[in-house]
């Protein structure tokens, strides 16, 4: 029975690739910080089938001990300081979890258990202010936020372990990818939440910022997939995962409104104060590489993906209505099982 080791295993893609590598008859091991109100929403159903393992990327010792304990055929780093938008208020803790947390990692793999197979999340924001496109594994970087910034830090750093040791370490260049399990600070949950409230009576309107940035998006259930091929193959190598069609915020807007007969325009308010300080306009990926060597294919289109976003939120709304909440708690997220849709 095959082994993996799985960091952020209580976020998005976490959550996803565990039942992945459970359908697949791994053994699941998954690191989490000690807080002191823990959030299993996402691996909720999950605690039965895999292991927790107390650890933080920020210390060395605890990820020797974590790779120790687990005996990992393959380490899958996708923990990080994730949402854009934090890491200018906050660059320092950014860097140390998304850039350093990733070196911690390497080298405790190094030192522990060199033969194991490791991915790292890389992600789309490294290109920023994108100099062509489509990109792709070879597009240069030029990151515009300090998440991205730490992104290419870690991304590099596993290119020279990889080198520097021989070991089996690659990235995935995910492009966004989005699902029910999304995090609400992130525009697409953010978005498909408010249109359920909105349907719901519970909200009157929707503060945005630009409109007009461009992603190429996707579903995450499909993307963690191509993490998994990854690993599979011969040779360590850095994909592009994408669909390779964009969207922009307003044709999210407009797709999520239309979900629930509704205008977009009647309830959205634009917010300069919610747009970044440097944007990113425009990120379409180009995954031929992808396609051709691992065979991956994204499953989920976009309408499709927002429809069941905004399904699984009218879900939880009901289930507010009928507890007789006004707003939002935490336990609401924490324990209501559309969390676990998708």
Known sequence: MKRALITGITGQDGSYLAELLLEKGYRVYGLRRRTSTPNHANIEHLLDDIELLEGDLTDLSSLIRAV???DPDEVYNLAAQSYVGTS?????????????????????????KPEVRYYQASSSEMFGKVVEC???ETTPFYPRSPYGVSKVYAHWMTVNYRESYDMFACSGILFNHESPRRGIEFVTRKVTDAVARIAGGLQSELKMGNLDAVRDWGYAGDYVEAMWMMLQQETP??????TGETHSVRELLEIAFKYVGLDYRDFVVQDKSLCRPAEVDLLLGDCAKARAKLGWR?????EGLI???VEADLERV????SKGYRRYENRVY??????RGG
Do not use: C, H
Request: net charge negative; no cysteine.
């Open 307 to 309: 429809a069941m976003m």
């Open 134 to 136: 489509p990109q792709r």
């Open 298 to 302: 994204p499953k989920v289109d976009f």
């Open 237 to 242: 190598e850095d994909y592009v995962i994408a």
């Open 318 to 321: 009901q289930f507010i209505q």
């Open 334 to 339: 924490d324990y209501f099982p559309a969390v």
């Open 68 to 70: 120790r304990v687990s």
């Open 88 to 112: 200018w208020p906050q660059p320092l803790l950014t860097s140390d979890l998304t850039a350093l947390g990733a070196t911690n990692l390497l080298e405790a793999v190094r030192l522990t």
